[in-house]
């Protein structure tokens, strides 16, 4: 069975710095695709990033960035420059086949001014 | 560009009664999926379409029931409504031809309260 575990409940990251959230999967699948939603205090589910198993690079969106390590079964999301509007609960999840969506527990980041 | 719709947003209601949340997909997207959200927990999976037939199961109670509709939109129905019914409720949709394959985006939610 898939699981999806984040083992940082909460980090906090100084305005303008870098932070890493880090996810581990487990999967006996070979082509899936893995992402990672923000969720804000309006609880809207923003797609951040989305990272294809096939693909060995590493997919990027501006700020944002994942060290995706498929034998590692590891998906880490990497933001630069972090922003005041990046403080959101953070959600790592895996998709297989157009089934459904296993989610991380989900990591709080504040972000300090 | 369009996103998916829910509707309403906010829910109040008594226990015992039933509610009705609605949610139109992106245009064009063939499945839609439903998903509970309650405070401090991450989204836990309901049930699923894929061209109005049921494509997957969750844990989802038999008070509820869900389908989608000729026109796409899904309608899931809730009865006997428990306290602990009262969470956010997400509906995502995707399209199984794109090129953002598995990919689901969601609404805004609805966020019932059950009194």
């Known amino acids: 069975a898939q699981t999806v575990t984040q083992s940082q409940p909460e980090m906090s990251v100084q305005e303008a710095e870098t932070v890493t959230l880090s996810c581990t999967y487990d999967?006996?699948?070979?082509?899936?695709?893995l992402f990672w939603y923000k969720q804000p205090p309006s609880r809207q589910m923003i797609l951040v990033i989305r990272?294809?198993?096939?693909?060995?690079q590493n997919a990027t969106e501006n700020r944002f960035s994942v060290n995706f390590q498929k034998a590692a079964k590891s998906f880490s999301l990497k933001i630069s420059d972090s922003q005041l509007g990046d403080a959101a609960m953070y959600f790592c999840a895996y998709g297989y086949n157009f089934n459904k969506f296993y989610f991380g527990s989900g990591t709080k980041l504040n972000v300090k001014p | 560009a369009a996103g998916v719709i829910q509707s309403p947003r906010h829910l109040i209601k008594e226990k015992r009664e039933t509610a009705t949340l609605k949610c139109y997909p992106i245009p064009r997207h063939d499945t839609v999926y439903w998903y509970q959200q309650g405070p401090g927990q991450d989204p836990q999976f309901l049930i699923s379409f894929y061209e109005k037939m049921q494509s997957d199961k969750g844990s989802i109670p038999d008070r509820f029931s869900a389908q989608q509709f000729s026109d796409y939109h899904s309608e899931l129905n809730m009865s006997s409504l428990e306290l602990g019914d009262s969470a956010l409720y997400f509906c995502?949709?995707?399209?199984?031809?794109?090129?953002?394959?598995?990919?689901?985006?969601f609404g805004p939610g609805t966020r019932l309260t059950v009194l």
């Open positions: 999967t006996s699948e070979s082509d899936y695709y």
């Open positions: 990272q294809e198993a096939y693909k060995q």
């Open positions: 995502a949709s995707s399209f199984t031809g794109g090129a953002d394959t598995d990919t689901q985006y």
